[in-house]
């Protein structure tokens, strides 16, 4: 179960940048952070408009004197305060992501930011090397990793039950803009924008999101991979809003990534299916508490969470509540930022113990999904070429 008891002494004073009124994403972040008592939002600069954003976080009980117009007023302030925050949240649209994870690092502040991390892998690897340098944790919030069932499957991989990996399948593939909902959706408008989404629509947007689950769960090295891109609604090009990505792992396994906002009638269809020469795993999003388990010349079996026979001993396979109740997409952020925090506490105290066994995903899986998106973007700038992922030359 769980472990309630494991708390700070002092909760870690946070900040953050957007995530204002009526965004999901800065609910998620906020509600998650404070959930375990590791982080207290003390101070945000909310919105573009400064009066919005004054107004916004004053509702959520801030001092009004540290609801701030922008990010660089934030850092100016907080910095020459003695109850100053330690972290940041970035929940900025994908083009400020370097600017502000960067002033944040120099200022001496841990990062929380979203994904796509930044723009091009020279960006996210200045990022890497500035927390390195200033000893700053820097974690990229691939929330969906946080949920136990896919640390099962994790460990599963791990320990043989599905023999020789052979094929992955990873898809994330909604229909909630299989017409053009950007024309009355502000939310929807910049992930659409290059100037401001980057070079990627959905690849960006949900794309990394399953290649970080297929990184997760198999640790696979990728060695090139390639890419169709289309826009069904053609307002959106250059930008896709559809794509295929098929990928070749060094060793010899083969794979394939799907990534849509068109797929229509669809609700998220967020899944990964790990195939290997003795058995099968597959995790939808949907159903979050549930793993499905194929031996081949058995039955199918049905995992659940919280469940006596799963594996014990990994921590990241812990349950809040007992089998049975779903755990879900707010739990799992929690899970992630419980372990931020553990992390945090850990860097402050030089524990490196505590880090050298503590999995939580860092600015190496950020720096990986960009490089996803900069190979997808050439391959298919050269009509679906194949093209070396190389990873290893950005380290």
């Known amino acids: 179960m769980f472990n309630e008891e494991q708390r700070p002494e002092q909760p870690i004073r946070l900040g953050m940048i957007g995530g204002g009124r009526g965004s999901e994403i800065g609910y998620a972040h906020r509600t ?44 100016a302030h907080e910095a020459q305060r003695p109850d100053g925050i330690q972290a940041l949240i970035v929940a900025t649209p994908n083009a400020t992501h370097y600017a502000i994870s960067k002033a944040a690092l120099e200022a001496g502040l841990h990062v929380i930011c979203e994904k796509p991390l930044t723009f091009t892998v020279a960006q996210a690897q200045e990022l890497q090397h500035l927390a390195s340098q200033k000893q700053r944790m820097f974690a990229v919030m691939y929330g969906y990793s946080g949920y136990p069932m896919l640390h099962q499957a994790r460990e599963m991989i791990q320990r043989g039950d599905l023999g020789t990996l052979r094929m992955v399948h990873a898809q994330f593939a909604h229909g909630f803009h299989s017409q053009a909902v950007e024309e009355h959706s502000a939310g929807a408008k910049w992930r659409m924008n290059p100037e401001v989404a980057g070079p990627t629509y959905v690849l960006g947007d949900l794309g990394t999101h399953s290649f970080h689950m297929l990184e997760l769960l198999t640790e696979l090295e990728v060695d090139e991979l390639c890419c169709m891109r289309q826009s069904f609604i053609p307002t959106r090009a250059p930008l896709e809003d559809n794509a295929h990505v098929w990928l070749k792992f060094k060793g010899g396994a083969i ?14 269809q967020q899944k990964i299916r790990v195939v290997g020469d003795k058995a099968s795993i597959e995790w939808w999003d949907e159903h979050p ?107």
Not at 46 to 59: H, M, S, V, W, Y
Not at 257 to 267: Q, T
Request: hydrophobic share 40%; glycine share 10%.
């Open 32 to 75: 998650s952070a404070e959930r375990d008592g590791f982080f207290n939002l003390v101070a945000g600069a909310f919105d573009l408009d400064p009066e919005r954003g004054q107004a916004f976080g004053t509702n959520l009980g801030l001092d009004p004197n540290r609801c701030y117009p922008n990010y660089l007023t934030l850092l």
């Open 255 to 268: 794979g394939t990534l799907w990534a849509s906002s068109v797929n229509a009638g669809s609700v998220h």
């Open 289 to 395: 508490n549930q793993l499905t388990y194929a031996i081949q010349g058995q039955p199918v079996q049905i995992l659940d969470r919280g469940m006596a026979y799963l594996y014990r001993d990994n921590p990241a396979i812990c349950t809040r509540i007992g089998g049975g109740h779903a755990e879900g997409f707010l739990d799992a952020w929690a899970n992630l930022y419980h372990r931020y925090g553990v992390a945090l506490q850990a860097l402050e105290q030089h524990d490196q113990s505590t880090l050298s066994t503590l999995w939580y995903p860092d600015i190496r899986a950020g720096i990986s999904g960009v490089r996803l998106l900069e190979c997808c973007v050439e391959s298919a700038q050269h009509h679906s070429s194949w093209v070396k992922f190389n990873l290893n030359a950005y380290q």
